[in-house]
């Protein structure tokens, strides 16, 4: 249920009522609630639905392609690792409930709820987009981060194939890139992804935030599974490519295995590992609020406690140096418990190493970019 108190200039606050709703299997939220830039009111008419209709009503995947009018994206934040990033998509069809991304889906007028993961774009013309800014006399380039705000190798990557025009790229251009993503599309590259990382041109980092299963099928419910991603890390690793896992995000009392997580990727062949606290940026919040409610009923409230622990009182903090660690004596204890396991695993002894000096510009038209 929804209700909506909209201010002069149309933005206002969005209270939810959070009760149990009704899951749609194979989707990480329930509806389509509004965003914050949103100007119309939308109001609950109070009518109960048969539970059962609602885990078999059909929520398609719709996908639009999109002109690019530019195609690198870049950042100055002080803890963010990569100066520059691209993202082939918008939305996600993974539908992971924690997913940091979905308000972005508010700044194309669509709900960070179930439009996140059902209405999606594929930015079409990207690569040539990428070549064209690639080819600039005043490029200069550092590791492009491949799908920050999106997964780059969701299920649609298959149809479209955008990543594997961008990674053609990179290995035409000798540019150095990096690959997060917890989607087995990922192996259908995995030549292409092995030449580039024989150039010292890449690294990858398959997220596993955790081994069971059944939590991963509803907290993730469209993207591989914990023992598929563990093969991905051992396939990527026989095939020479740099491989890390990502044990993101740490959510308190639900995935509490980031031991386990490590452990079973560094055995593996992962070498590398980060982590993050939940992050729930605007509309997020309420988003996994609801989760909660749906799927962990009786642990929602302890669980967005703790939280507010890790957060100064609050369901996040977006200061630099804290939005990815949290704070206090519970972030302190996450960070030693990653710490003490990676060291005992020998996990983080070396960077991996995308060397950016091999760097030519792309072609255009046939002929050769002058520096």
Same mark, same amino acid.
């Given at each position: 249920?929804?209700?909506?108190?909209?201010?002069? %200039?149309?933005?206002?606050?969005?209270?939810?009522?959070?009760?149990?709703?009704?899951?749609?299997?194979?989707?990480?939220? &329930?509806?389509?609630?509004?965003?914050?830039?949103?100007?119309?009111?939308?109001?609950?008419?109070?009518?109960?639905?048969?539970?059962? %209709?609602?885990?078999?009503?059909?929520?398609? &995947?719709?996908?639009?392609?999109?002109?690019?009018?530019?195609?690198?994206?870049?950042?100055?934040?002080?803890?963010?690792?990569?100066?520059?990033?691209?993202?082939?998509? *918008?939305?996600?069809?993974?539908?992971?409930?924690?997913?940091?991304?979905?308000?972005?889906?508010?700044?194309?007028?669509?709900?960070?709820?179930?439009?996140? %993961?059902?209405?999606?774009?594929?930015?079409?013309?990207?690569?040539?987009?990428?070549?064209?800014?690639?080819?600039?006399?005043?490029?200069?380039?550092?590791?492009?981060?491949?799908?920050?705000?999106?997964?780059?190798?969701?299920?649609? %990557? *298959?149809?479209?194939?955008?990543?594997?025009?961008?990674?053609?790229?990179?290995?035409?251009?000798?540019? /150095?890139?990096?690959?997060?993503? =917890?989607?087995?599309?990922?192996? !259908? !590259?995995?030549?292409?992804?092995?030449?580039?990382?024989?150039?010292?041109?890449?690294?990858?980092?398959?997220?596993?935030?955790?081994?069971?299963?059944?939590?991963?099928?509803?907290?993730?419910?469209?993207?591989?599974?914990?023992?598929?991603?563990? !093969?991905?890390? *051992?396939?990527?690793?026989?095939?020479?490519? /740099?491989?890390?896992?990502?044990?993101?995000?740490?959510?308190?009392?639900?995935?509490? !295995?980031?031991?386990?997580?490590?452990?079973?990727?560094?055995?593996?062949?992962?070498?590398?590992?980060?982590?993050?606290?939940?992050?729930?940026?605007?509309?997020?919040?309420?988003?996994?609020?609801?989760?909660?409610?749906?799927?962990? /009923?009786?642990?929602?409230?302890?669980?967005?406690?703790?939280?507010?622990?890790?957060?100064?009182? =609050?369901?996040?903090?977006?200061?630099?140096?804290?939005? =990815? &660690?949290?704070?206090?004596?519970?972030?302190?204890?996450?960070?030693?418990?990653?710490?003490?396991?990676?060291?005992?695993?020998?996990?983080?002894?070396?960077?991996?190493?995308?060397?950016?000096?091999?760097?030519?510009?792309?072609?255009?038209?046939?002929?050769?970019?002058?520096?």
């Amino acid at each position: 249920m929804l209700f909506r108190s909209l201010n002069p %200039e149309g933005r206002g606050d969005t209270v939810y009522n959070h009760s149990m709703s009704n899951p749609i299997k194979g989707r990480g939220s &329930t509806d389509r609630i509004a965003h914050r830039f949103e100007r119309w009111q939308r109001l609950s008419d109070d009518w109960e639905c048969d539970p059962q %209709e609602s885990q078999a009503r059909p929520t398609p &995947t719709q996908v639009t392609l999109q002109t690019a009018r530019s195609a690198i994206s870049r950042n100055d934040s002080p803890d963010i690792g990569f100066e520059q990033s691209i993202n082939p998509y *918008r939305g996600c069809e993974h539908g992971c409930s924690y997913c940091y991304a979905r308000p972005y889906h508010s700044y194309l007028d669509g709900s960070p709820g179930l439009d996140f %993961e059902t209405r999606l774009v594929a930015r079409a013309n990207l690569p040539q987009v990428l070549q064209q800014e690639l080819s600039r006399p005043t490029y200069r380039p550092s590791v492009l981060a491949i799908g920050t705000v999106t997964d780059a190798y969701q299920p649609i %990557e *298959r149809q479209y194939r955008i990543t594997r025009q961008i990674l053609q790229i990179m290995l035409d251009t000798r540019h /150095p890139c990096a690959v997060v993503t =917890k989607g087995s599309a990922i192996l !259908d !590259d995995l030549p292409l992804l092995s030449e580039l990382a024989s150039h010292r041109l890449l690294a990858v980092y398959v997220s596993l935030c955790t081994l069971q299963a059944e939590l991963a099928r509803v907290m993730e419910p469209r993207a591989a599974s914990p023992l598929k991603r563990l !093969d991905i890390i *051992r396939r990527l690793s026989e095939a020479g490519i /740099p491989v890390g896992v990502s044990v993101a995000p740490q959510i308190p009392f639900l995935n509490t !295995d980031m031991e386990d997580c490590l452990e079973a990727a560094h055995q593996a062949g992962a070498r590398r590992a980060f982590y993050s606290v939940l992050r729930l940026p605007h509309e997020l919040s309420p988003l996994f609020r609801q989760w909660l409610q749906d799927h962990r /009923p009786l642990a929602a409230q302890r669980i967005m406690a703790r939280i507010a622990d890790l957060r100064g009182g =609050k369901d996040y903090d977006a200061s630099w140096g804290q939005r =990815k &660690t949290g704070q206090g004596v519970w972030a302190q204890l996450l960070s030693q418990r990653f710490n003490l396991t990676c060291a005992r695993l020998g996990m983080n002894q070396q960077p991996f190493e995308c060397r950016s000096n091999a760097f030519t510009p792309p072609r255009l038209d046939g002929q050769a970019v002058l520096f």
